[in-house]
């Protein structure tokens, strides 16, 4: 049985057992004016949604929820809040475990370069530049993951002994925490403290672009939030890719 978690004042947590996917409620509902800081949250998701319009497994055991953002910035800021908002989950799972999890550019957590984690943002712009709202969608891989993939894996098998409730409990504190600073002090505290909880400096990644597939030395995220990849000899910065990790490269915190 769900036990529904204790959340920061100025937030609502809405809990569902099973719902299709909390990213597109979240959206019905900030559609229809809902404030900022509205939390849906679902035991299971039926269809759940990754990158690109892949399908997210969602069975029951694991974290699915979204989060509806109404921040004062301009469009082209709106991204950052990926990089807010894996910077609190990896802390919050750091707090609860020694498990040593880490940021993988842009938007997943890594467990020994298994994914354990995704986040997708979705937004709206008001029109005059600026957004009218963004919705963090964050699943994380507490009690099972996909057999059938390779590259991920689940909290569990690491070790892990808290549970979703616990997560959500971690987590939201120390997201608004961060919202606020980002809101009040810009991207930079953000990018200190992802570069912090990132994988190594100088990892091997491979970075598939639109036209091509590149392969060098990881050396963190700028002060826009691109990827900085060093490949012969000469920086790289990258809006926009899909990151692998290369085989044996190392992880850990920078």
Not at 43 to 50: K, L, N
Not at 65 to 76: E, G, K, L, N, T
Not at 169 to 178: G, H, I, S
Request: some cysteine; charged content about 20%.
């Amino acid at each position: 049985m769900m036990r529904h978690p204790q959340v920061p004042q100025g937030c609502q947590l809405f809990a569902h057992k099973s719902i299709g996917s909390t990213s597109e409620e979240a959206r019905r509902l900030a559609e229809e004016g809902a404030p900022d800081r509205i939390v849906i949250w679902a035991g299971e998701q039926t269809s759940g949604r990754g990158r690109h319009g892949r399908q997210w497994t969602s069975p029951p055991g694991n974290l699915y929820h979204s989060i509806i953002f109404r921040p004062d910035c301009p469009v082209a800021e709106a991204a950052q809040l990926g990089f807010v908002v894996g910077v609190a989950m990896a802390s919050a799972i750091r707090a609860l475990s020694d498990i040593p999890v880490v940021l993988k550019w842009p938007n997943d957590l890594l467990i020994d370069e298994k994914k354990v984690a995704g986040i997708l943002l979705d937004s709206a712009d008001d029109g005059a530049g600026g957004v009218a709202w963004v919705i963090a969608g964050i699943g994380v891989n507490i009690e099972n993951h996909p057999e059938d993939l390779p590259d991920a894996t689940d909290l569990r098998a690491a070790g892990a002994t808290f549970s979703v409730e616990d997560l959500i409990e971690a987590f939201l504190p120390k997201l608004f925490v961060r919202l606020d600073e980002w809101q009040r002090d810009g991207f930079a505290p953000i990018r200190y403290q992802w570069n912090e909880l990132a994988m190594a400096f100088a990892s091997r990644i491979s970075v598939k672009l639109p036209d091509r597939t590149v392969t060098g030395d990881f050396e963190g995220i700028d002060a826009s939030g691109n990827l900085i990849l060093r490949h012969d000899g000469r920086l790289i910065y990258v809006a926009a890719g899909d990151v692998f990790p290369v085989s044996n490269s190392a992880t850990g915190v920078s």
